[in-house]
T-cell receptor
Framework: EAQVTQNPRYLITVTGKKLTVTCSQN?????MSWYRQDPGLGLRQIYY???????DKGDVPEGYKVSRKEKRNFPLILESPSPNQTSLYFC??????????????FGNGTRLTVT | GEDVEQSLFLSVREGDSSVINCTYT??????LYWYKQEPGAGLQLLTY?????DMKQDQRLTVLLNKKDKHLSLRIADTQTGDSAIYFC?????????????FGKGTKLSVKP
């Protein structure tokens, strides 16, 4: 089944403890992206990747890192999480970056709480 | 920069039609999208419309595009309780946002039996 898989679904951690949220897609998509969803703010893009070894900042990259060593994986790294990073995170992928008719496929989300 | 605006809430009765509205700023977008987010899940593409079209119909869904007013709407006919979800309007950003999708804040549709 074609899908975007994020892990974990839920995560509670403490300020300053490094964490990684994994994202994997099995559709051979070139483009992958991370969003955070907050009440009243909608979806905001954190980082995106157009292909292997190509990553770029989105609208809210501060406090996050990503890597794209292989096509299928796009982990989101929080080196020193803070409470303002408590949010619902979504990974998404699409076949191509430039194609206008390349819909995004979303994972089911990771709810992160930083205390 | 680009912006996509939509009302945050809509409540309808089962069997009625729902109309979710969206305004956008980037007139160069070639595609405009509607995504649906059910509780506890990620977003799923519901439908999209090409900018040279005024209307697109797909079963119970009708998308209307008014390019002059930069207004997009999604009509759901015979709304069912299973249609309760958050609906996001989205457009492709221009070069300033690297061509990524710009999402509205989402409209939460509540369907009352």
């Amino acid at each position: 089944e074609a899908q975007v898989t994020q892990n974990p679904r839920y995560l509670i951690t403490v300020t300053g403890k490094k964490l990684t949220v994994t994202c994997s897609q099995n559709m051979n998509h070139e483009y992958m992206s991370w969003y955070r969803q907050d009440p009243g703010l909608g979806l905001r893009q954190i980082y995106y990747s157009m292909n292997v070894e190509v990553t770029d900042k989105g609208d809210v990259p501060e406090g996050y890192k990503v890597s794209r060593k292989e096509k299928r994986n796009f982990p989101l790294i929080l080196e020193s999480p803070s409470p303002n990073q408590t949010s619902l995170y979504f990974c998404a992928s699409s076949p191509h970056f430039q194609g206008n008719n390349s819909p995004l496929h979303f994972g089911n989300g990771t709810r992160l709480t930083v205390t | 920069g680009e912006d996509v605006e939509q009302s945050l809430f809509l409540s309808v009765r089962e069997g009625d039609s729902s109309v979710i509205n969206c305004t956008y700023t980037d007139s160069s977008s070639t595609y405009l999208y509607w995504y649906k987010q059910e509780p506890g899940a990620g977003l799923q593409l519901l439908t999209y419309i090409f900018s040279n079209m005024d209307m697109k119909q797909d079963q119970r869904l009708t998308v209307l595009l008014n390019k002059k007013d930069k207004h997009l709407s999604l009509r759901i006919a015979d709304t069912q309780t299973g249609d309760s979800a958050i609906y996001f309007c989205a457009q492709k950003g221009d070069g300033g946002s690297q061509g990524n999708l710009i999402f509205g804040k989402g409209t939460k549709l509540s369907v009352k039996p």
